[in-house]
Each structure stands twice: as C-alpha cells, then as structure tokens.
C-alpha cells in the first residue's frame, strides 16, 4: 500500500501548473428580436441575417492553438416569442472542398459541421449543444459537469444547411419549449459556438478550452438582449403503434409455438415543463424494442457481462443520474470494481426466476414488462440539479405444459424500481455535494419465488467535490455509500456465497455465512485527487467497498470486498509541430486488498498517447504485475497465488476523413506460470460517397489458461483444502468474431443501417489437477499419479483405476452440465433498421433481426473455415417490427 501511496506525495507536492493564454475574447452575444417569420432552408435570405449583430471572432484550438480561423465566420442570433434562431454564414476560399458526409442523426463521421451550445439556467456548468454538417445532418445533446457531452437526448428542432459559391450557411431553430429556464423579464444565457473545418483539421470556437486546462461552459460568453420570453409549457405527446411478427424455432408438439407469432401492440410517451426547471416524461406500455442487438458473449468468468442501455426512454436524460465522478474531469480506476448506482437495464430485465426444469414444454416471456415509468429532470433551484424515475414492472408468469395438464409458474415478481439523485453547487462550481438513494421492493405470489430474489434493496450515497485552489486546478473529489438488502434466510443465504461476496471461502476469517441471516448493510466509498491543469497532470484515489456491499440489485456490482488506491502521474504536449499536434504520456502504481489484508492485485503502468499533425494516432502501453494472491479463482474455496504477469497493448488509427480508415488494437497479457492471452482488433471503414459508410471489424481472441476452475468436488481425504478436491485444467480457446456494418443516408432524415455480427468461439480442456494447498499456486496433475480422463464420458478418475479416490464427472460451471467440459459455440446475429422522420419528432422504424446459433458440448477443436461454412445451415430466428411514432403538442 505504502508504495501505491508514494506517487500522492508527489502529486500534491508538484507546483501548480501555468495557464494556457487565450486572445481577447468575446464576451457577450447580442440576440435581435424578430417579428416576421424565418424560414429555415438554410438560405440566409431574412433581412435580420444581415445586421451588425454577427460574431465573427474564431480562434483555433486545432491544429494551431489560440491562432485565429482560417477561414471567416459570422453568426447571428435572434428570437421570437416561440424559439431562439441561429444563422451562420461559414466562409470557405474552396468551397469545392468542403467535405459534406450525409449520415443518420447523431451518428458520428468525418464532416465540416457548425455548433451551438447554450447553457440556459446560467449555471456555467450544464446545457446543451445543438450541431449541423454541411450535408445537414442533425446532432444534440446536453452538456454536464462543466463540459461532458451527452448525445442521448432527441430534442425537436430545425437545421438546415446549403453550399454555395462562398462556402456554406446554415440555420438552426431551437423551440423554447426543448429548454429550461428561469422566467425573468431579461435573460443572460451561456453561448459558445463551434466550427469544424475537416479538410484542415480545424476546430475553431468564439471560446475556446485551452488543452492544458479544464473547464468547457464556464468560459462561455453571456447571450444577451432576450426580453419578455416565456419558457416551453407545451405537453408533448408521443404516441406509438407497433406490430411485431416473429418466426422462430419450434418442436411440433409444442402446444405454446407453432413457429409464428403476430404481436399488434400501443403506447406513449409524454414529455412537459414543470414550472420553468424541471421536465416531466412518463411512458405508457412503453415500447423499447432495439434497432441495436446485443452482442453475442462467452463469458467464462464469474462476473456479470455488462451491456449498455439503448432503450430510449431510459438514454435520454441518463447522465442526471450519474453519481460518484463529479467535479473532476478524469476518473481513473486500474482494477477498482467502480460501481454504476443506477443500471437502468435492472428493469424490465429477462425474467430471473428459473423453471422447475421438469416440464414438457414451457412458455415464457423473453422480457419482463414495463407497466409504467415517470421521470422528473432539471432543476430546483438555480445551483440544484435533481432527478428522479420510477418505474412499476408486471408480474410475469411461465405457462409449463405436464403431459395433458399446464400450469402457471411465477418467474418474476411484481416489482417496484426507484432512484432520486439531486447535486448541489457553491461558490461558482468551486464546491459541490450531491445525494442518490436508490429502491427496488417485490410483491412475490408464490413462496418458493421468495427464495430467489431480494425482497428489499435501498442504497443511500453522497457525493461531490471541492477545489483546492482559486484557479481550479487542483479537485478533490468522491462518494462514500451504504447498501443493505433483506430477504428470506435461504435468499440472503444464497447473496453471501454469490460471486460479489464468497462469504464461504474457507480460509477467510474476516466473513462466513450465516445462514439465519434476512438482511446485509454494507458500506463503500472513494475520493480521488485531481490536477487537472497545466503541462503536467496527475490523478491518485483511494477508496474500499467492505464485504457486505451490494447495489446489484438497482445497479451494477461486480465485487466486493475490496481495498483499492492508485497514483499517477503525466506530462502533456500541447504545441503543433510539424510531425504531432498532442502528445503525453503517463505513469501510475496501483493495488489492491481484501479485508483479511491479502493483496489481490497491484502492479505498474505505463502509457502514452500520440495525434499526429495528419491526424493519425498511436497509443501504446505496458504493465507488471507482482506475485498476488487470489480470492475469487476457486469460486468460493481457499486462496491461490497469481504468479507475476506482464501486459503489453498498442491502439493505431489513421485519418477518420479518408475515404478508407483503419484501426488495429493489440494487447497481450502472459504470467510467468505459462499462462497467456492476446487480443487483436481491427477494422476498415470505407466511404466510397458522401452519404454511405461501409465497415468490417473483425476480432480474433486466443488464450491458454495454466489452471482453470472447474469444479469443487467433495473429499474427506483432502484434508490440505478442507475436505474438498478443487479441481482445475488448463484451457485453449479461441474466439473469432467480425462485426459488418452498413449505413446509407438518403436524406436527413431518411436512413437504412444493415449489422451483422458471426461468432465462433471454442475451448478445449485438459491436463486436469487439483489444488494442492491454500494460498500457493501449487497443484497435483492427476496424469503424473496415473490419473485417468474419458473424454467420451466426461469422467475423471484422480489416481486410475484401482486407486483409492473415487471418479468424478468433469463440470463446466460456465455452461451448467457436466460430461465433457469442451465447447463450441457459433452464432449470426443480423438487423436491418430502416428510419424515416418523416416530420420533426415523428418517426417510422421497419425492422428485421435475425438469430441463428448453436452450441456443442463436446467439440472443443477449433476450425474456423467448417465452422463458417455451417454458420449459414443453421436455422434462423426471424422477427420484423414495424414502428411508427406521431409528435404533437397540446
């Protein structure tokens, strides 16, 4: 720990980095009132675009910071009694250069493109961005903790953009009714804007944030010469009609699936100002059918597979619920299990109660319903940010098919999920506090589903962050939480010995199982130290989560148990040169204990980061790792060792605004004990025209595991590991996957995106041993005693036939059978999302997802080519949607 904590000294101790210069600045835009209507086309052909109100002083932060824009800008701005407008006439001396790529709406890609970003509440820390290419694609979002960017809000509003001979313009039209403001009879709004030219590299802004600095909207100059506006308070309505058409897979006898379904369903959403702060969305039956499958996995681990949030009434406004990484503006972890508070795919998750596995047949629903959800963002006060969502998911039930009877089997709760999260700031943002409690409360009809699940969950967290210096340079910033859960004595029971605790682990003497218990209250916190300003950088935390600590049930948890610090330390080059535009590179000492005292894991990491002045970039890292000790590889049974490990990886990317681009990731990591992995990364992304991409990425993932997990088997005789045989094997396996891509504008607002993503993924197993002692790497290979392996059967016979240990079926924990413990797995995902906004907020969505896969048992060879090939035998699953959305206000 001490030589974790030597970097902080250092840290704390270095001088106060100098702040970048910046030129003469703007510092107010003045807005004209219009009384007659503007149309936007992108035509600057209204009078009031030609007053001497334009902003026309641009300065570069690339590639030349702080020199003026290449090229000349103006920008007006004006409003209404219903919007605020922008006109922006962008002067190019090559207009024929322009790069204007045609994209589907806040899809990312290469493109000259215009910004503005307002921060309406004036808290110099949060607001919005609004941004046009020069094709006319659309982009938004919000903005929060002083510069992050947000892309998950779909606000509805105007931008057109034409080319012309003296380069390109473009209009924006942004309703009051999408922001929120304080009522006041003049107003003085945050204002920035942005131009990127592509072909030069060139991002200019009117204020800009120097790359040796932080701090994004509390530069931004004040808009003025508003009056007597009122904010938005219309009612927003989103009503839906979807109609679903699945052709599956089916056994002919099945009386639940003939190998159709046809599923008409209907909803809405609504979305309206509450005073002039705060907004109020609610959904009705909604409709989160994905136009974005989920990957296929095979995760071989003891920790859950994380999978991002795509629902959109759950995207949109997600980072008001964000706690823990405020006020700093890097977050750094190196083996810290962080916590997420809030995983908004708890609800309305697949249904988590099992079958009692015994019937015939079983109809079951794929996902648990959402009956209702409201959720309250904005503001309480001028300085108080505040959130809250609410959620009610149905009681889901399996129909089980016994012979000539059925039977309804309950296998998921009615359910109640909450979260409130409100941040206060003082003093200019130079300090702030925030708090979050989180809720989830079942209603079970049937005991035994009692057993399954938490009855109870609340978690209560506080967070924030306090500057050390006037200049902001240096933050300290953190949470600290506490959790508890109650439920049945065999539920809470079954939480104890899961992969986030392992209470059961025999030679730990700081937790056990108790089996009588009904509920569990634990406690975690972190607090980082920042310098976020100047030449050099730094980042060093510390932070612990006790064993009894558990959100999973309305966030996301990997492990508890654990004590985890870190220091690092950098050093930045911000100047062009001929050859780079940034360069850093960073070094940082990390580790990590349990509460017994064990060091789980630690090490030293090395990086650095190069952008090229032709846009290309290169990353490339290393690490060590010493001797540690290992708490979770047995899976609830005694301690091992981690023998020494290395880590090597490099990233390359070229030019995004090629018509070709490519980028390989490498890494590899391998132990002194013989153990190794390596991961290879690539992909191409082809533009042949401006308003089509094409992209391949495919992966390739290799590893050999000296010891693997595979089972704890019961022996009176092993007395070294507490009467029980942990056995383990070496693995090879191999993953091959290659995600394919197609995306085609047709216009602004008309889309068409093809995916397809193979997998093929295998594992052999073999050289079984077992443990031979807690807290060692040592074993005993079953072969060298004359141990014996059926790989037809699955069984293993420790010391041979005649001996006096008894056979045991080989278990793969992973994939819940026994027998051979190979695998081989491949599977075709596929969708087809056709998008039509055929006017501003409405949409049709036409959607085709297809599923094809297998898995074998017994086949642990891999041979990609066959394997390919017999990709496109396999049966498919085919589902269609058909969405259609209809914006209105009332």
Same mark, same amino acid.
């Given at each position: 720990?001490?030589?974790?904590?030597?970097?902080?000294?250092?840290?704390?101790?270095?001088?106060?980095?100098?702040?970048?210069?910046?030129?003469?600045l703007?510092?107010?835009?003045?807005?004209?009132?219009v009384?007659?209507?503007?149309s936007?086309?992108?035509?600057?052909?209204?009078?009031?675009?030609?007053?001497?109100?334009?902003v026309?002083?641009?300065?570069?932060r690339?590639p030349y910071?702080?020199?003026p824009?290449?090229?000349?800008?103006?920008?007006?701005?004006?409003?209404?009694?219903?919007?605020?407008?922008?006109?922006?006439?962008?002067?190019?001396?090559?207009?024929?250069?322009?790069i204007?790529?045609?994209?589907?709406?806040?899809v990312?890609?290469?493109?000259?493109?215009?910004?503005?970003?307002?921060?309406?509440?004036?808290?110099?820390?949060?607001g919005?961005?609004f941004?046009?290419?020069?094709?006319?694609?659309?982009?938004?979002?919000?903005?929060?903790?002083?510069?992050?960017?947000?892309?998950?809000?779909?606000g509805?509003?105007?931008?057109?953009?034409?080319?012309?001979?003296?380069?390109?313009?473009?209009?924006?039209r942004?309703?009051?009714?999408?922001?929120?403001?304080q009522?006041?009879?003049?107003?003085?709004?945050?204002?920035?804007?942005?131009?990127?030219?592509?072909?030069?590299?060139?991002?200019?802004?009117?204020?800009?944030?120097?790359?040796?600095?932080?701090?994004?909207?509390?530069?931004?100059?004040?808009?003025?010469?508003?009056?007597?506006?009122?904010?938005g308070?219309?009612l927003?309505?989103?009503p839906?009609l979807?109609?679903?058409?699945?052709y599956?897979?089916?056994?002919?006898?099945?009386?639940?699936?003939?190998?159709s379904?046809?599923?008409?369903?209907?909803?809405?959403?609504?979305?309206?100002g509450?005073?002039?702060?705060?907004?109020?969305?609610?959904?009705?039956?909604?409709?989160?059918?994905?136009?974005?499958?989920?990957?296929a996995e095979?995760?071989?681990?003891?920790?859950?597979?994380?999978?991002?949030?795509?629902r959109?009434?759950?995207?949109?406004?997600s980072s008001?619920f964000?706690?823990g990484n405020q006020?700093?503006?890097?977050?750094? &972890?190196?083996?810290?299990?962080?916590? @997420?508070?809030f995983?908004?795919? +708890? /609800? $309305?998750?697949?249904? *988590?109660?099992d079958?009692?596995?015994?019937?015939?047949?079983?109809?079951?629903?794929?996902?648990?319903?959402?009956?209702?959800?409201a959720?309250?963002?904005?503001?309480?006060?001028?300085?108080?940010?505040?959130?809250t969502?609410?959620?009610i998911?149905?009681?889901?039930?399996?129909?089980?098919q016994?012979?000539s009877?059925?039977?309804?089997?309950?296998?998921?709760?009615?359910?109640?999920?909450?979260?409130?999260?409100?941040?206060?700031?003082?003093?200019?943002r130079?300090?702030?506090?925030?708090?979050?409690?989180t809720?989830?409360?079942?209603?079970?009809?049937?005991?035994?589903s009692r057993?399954?699940?938490?009855?109870?969950?609340?978690?209560?967290?506080?967070?924030?962050?306090?500057?050390?210096?006037?200049?902001?340079?240096?933050v300290i910033? &953190?949470?600290?939480?506490?959790?508890? @859960?109650?439920g049945?004595?065999? +539920? /809470? $029971?079954?939480?104890? *010995?899961?992969?986030r605790?392992?209470?059961q682990?025999?030679?730990?003497?700081?937790v056990?199982v108790?089996?009588?218990?009904?509920?569990?209250?634990?406690?975690?916190?972190?607090?980082?130290?920042?310098?976020?300003?100047?030449?050099?950088?730094?980042?060093?935390?510390?932070?612990?989560?006790?064993?009894?600590?558990?959100?999973?049930?309305?966030?996301?948890?990997?492990?508890?148990?654990?004590?985890?610090?870190?220091?690092?330390y950098g050093?930045?080059?911000?100047?062009?040169?001929k050859?780079?535009?940034?360069?850093?590179?960073?070094?940082a000492?990390?580790?990590?204990?349990?509460?017994?005292?064990?060091?789980?894991?630690?090490?030293?990491?090395?990086?650095?980061?190069t952008e090229?002045?032709?846009?290309?970039?290169?990353?490339?890292?290393?690490?060590?790792?010493?001797?540690?000790?290992?708490?979770?590889?047995?899976?609830?049974?005694?301690?091992?060792?981690?023998?020494?490990?290395y880590?090597?990886?490099?990233?390359?990317?070229?030019?995004?605004?090629a018509k070709?681009?490519?980028?390989?990731?490498?890494?590899?990591?391998f132990t002194?004990?013989?153990?190794?992995?390596?991961?290879?990364?690539?992909?191409?992304?082809?533009?042949?025209?401006?308003?089509?991409?094409?992209?391949?990425?495919?992966?390739?993932?290799?590893?050999?595991?000296?010891?693997?997990?595979?089972?704890?088997?019961?022996?009176?005789?092993?007395?070294a590991?507490?009467?029980?045989?942990?056995?383990?094997?070496q693995?090879?396996?191999?993953?091959?996957?290659?995600g394919?891509?197609?995306?085609?504008?047709?216009?602004?607002?008309?889309?068409?995106?093809?995916?397809?993503?193979?997998?093929?993924s295998?594992?052999?197993y073999?050289g079984?041993?077992q443990?031979?002692?807690?807290?060692?790497?040592?074993?005993?290979?079953?072969?060298?005693?004359?141990g014996?392996?059926?790989?037809?059967?699955?069984m293993?016979?420790?010391?041979?036939?005649?001996?006096?240990?008894?056979?045991?079926?080989?278990?793969?924990?992973?994939?819940?059978?026994?027998g051979?413990?190979?695998?081989?797995?491949?599977?075709?995902?596929?969708n087809?999302?056709?998008?039509?906004?055929?006017?501003?907020?409405?949409?049709?969505?036409?959607?085709?997802?297809?599923?094809?896969?297998?898995?074998?048992?017994?086949?642990?060879e891999f041979?990609?080519?066959?394997?390919?090939?017999?990709?496109?035998?396999?049966?498919?699953?085919?589902?269609?949607?058909?969405?259609?959305?209809?914006?209105?206000?009332?």
């Open positions: 720990m001490a030589l974790a904590l030597l970097p902080i000294v250092l840290l704390a101790a270095s001088a106060v980095g100098s702040t970048n210069g910046q030129p003469s703007t510092r107010e835009v003045h807005a004209a009132r009384s007659t209507p503007i936007i086309d992108g035509v600057l052909s209204e009078e009031l675009w030609h007053n001497g109100n334009a026309t002083e641009f300065w570069q690339d910071e702080g020199a824009s290449s090229q000349r800008t103006e920008v007006r701005v004006a409003y209404d009694d219903d919007a605020v407008y922008v006109g922006a006439r962008l002067y190019d001396s090559a207009p024929d250069s322009i204007a790529r045609l994209t589907r709406r806040d990312s890609i290469p493109a000259d493109r215009f910004s503005l970003y307002l921060d309406p509440f004036y808290d110099r820390r949060s919005y961005y941004m046009v290419n020069a094709a006319g694609t659309l982009y938004d979002g919000t903005l929060s903790n002083d510069g992050w960017e947000d892309n998950s809000w779909d509805v509003w105007e931008g057109k953009a034409r080319i012309d001979r003296e380069g390109w313009t473009c209009e924006m942004i309703p009051y009714s999408q922001l929120r403001f009522k006041s009879q003049r107003y003085r709004w945050g204002v920035n804007f942005r131009r990127v030219i592509q072909r030069r590299n060139e991002e200019t802004f009117l204020v800009y944030q120097p790359k040796k600095e932080s701090g994004f909207v509390s530069r931004f100059p004040d808009l003025v010469g508003m009056e007597n506006v009122s904010p308070r219309s927003e309505v989103l839906y979807t109609t679903k058409a699945e599956i897979q089916h056994n002919p006898l099945d009386p639940f699936n003939d190998g379904r046809y599923t008409p369903d209907g909803g809405a959403d609504v979305r309206m509450v005073g002039s702060r705060l907004t109020l969305n609610a959904t009705i039956n909604p409709d989160f059918g994905q136009v974005e499958i989920d990957p095979v995760n071989l681990s003891d920790a859950e597979t994380f999978f991002q949030e795509k959109p009434f759950f995207v949109e406004g008001n964000g706690c006020g700093a503006n890097d977050y750094w &972890g190196f083996n810290w299990p962080e916590p @997420i508070f995983y908004t795919r +708890r /609800i $309305g998750r697949n249904p *988590q109660i079958t009692p596995g015994d019937s015939d047949f079983e109809n079951a629903p794929v996902g648990t319903s959402i009956l209702g959800a959720k309250l963002t904005g503001k309480i006060a001028p300085t108080v940010n505040f959130g969502l609410h959620a998911t149905a009681r889901e039930h399996a129909d089980l016994y012979g009877g059925r039977e309804e089997y309950e296998i998921e709760p009615l359910a109640y999920y909450g979260v409130t999260r409100a941040l206060k700031e003082f003093k200019g130079h300090h702030g506090l925030g708090f979050m409690t809720a989830a409360a079942r209603s079970f009809e049937d005991q035994p057993n399954w699940l938490n009855s109870e969950s609340f978690m209560t967290a506080v967070d924030g962050w306090t500057f050390l210096d006037k200049d902001q340079t240096w910033s &953190g949470w600290s939480a506490m959790s508890h @859960i109650r049945t004595p065999t +539920r /809470i $029971g079954n939480v104890q *010995q899961n992969s605790h392992y209470f682990r025999p030679d730990a003497n700081h056990g108790d089996p009588n218990r009904t509920s569990l209250t634990g406690f975690g916190s972190r607090y980082w130290l920042n310098k976020q300003k100047g030449s050099t950088f730094g980042n060093a935390a510390i932070g612990f989560m006790d064993p009894n600590f558990d959100v999973n049930d309305v966030g996301f948890h990997s492990r508890s148990d654990v004590i985890n610090a870190h220091a690092g050093y930045q080059w911000t100047e062009t040169t050859l780079r535009k940034y360069q850093n590179v960073l070094g000492l990390f580790a990590s204990f349990d509460f017994q005292g064990n060091p789980t894991w630690g090490g030293v990491f090395l990086q650095g980061n090229f002045f032709n846009n290309w970039s290169w990353r490339y890292r290393t690490a060590f790792n010493p001797t540690t000790v290992n708490t979770t590889r047995t899976r609830g049974g005694p301690r091992t060792l981690n023998r020494p490990g880590e090597l990886g490099t990233y390359f990317d070229t030019d995004g605004k070709v681009f490519y980028w390989v990731d490498y890494n590899t990591y002194e004990a013989g153990s190794w992995n390596f991961n290879l990364a690539s992909g191409i992304e082809w533009k042949p025209v401006s308003n089509l991409t094409l992209a391949f990425e495919p992966r390739l993932f290799k590893v050999h595991e000296d010891v693997k997990w595979l089972l704890s088997e019961a022996d009176p005789a092993a007395d590991t507490f009467g029980r045989r942990e056995v383990f094997s693995l090879d396996r191999t993953d091959v996957r290659g394919v891509r197609f995306n085609c504008a047709f216009t602004p607002r008309l889309s068409l995106q093809l995916y397809g993503e193979p997998l093929i295998s594992g052999h073999h079984f041993k443990l031979a002692r807690p807290k060692s790497y040592d074993f005993i290979d079953y072969a060298a005693q004359g014996t392996y059926d790989q037809s059967t699955g293993i016979d420790p010391d041979g036939p005649g001996g006096p240990a008894a056979p045991f079926a080989a278990y793969n924990p992973d994939f819940d059978y026994s051979n413990p190979d695998f081989k797995i491949r599977s075709l995902r596929g087809a999302v056709l998008r039509w906004e055929y006017m501003p907020g409405s949409t049709l969505f036409l959607v085709w997802t297809q599923e094809r896969g297998e898995f074998d048992a017994h086949r642990g041979q990609f080519g066959p394997a390919f090939g017999d990709l496109f035998d396999l049966r498919a699953d085919n589902i269609f949607l058909a969405k259609m959305t209809y914006y209105f206000t009332l």
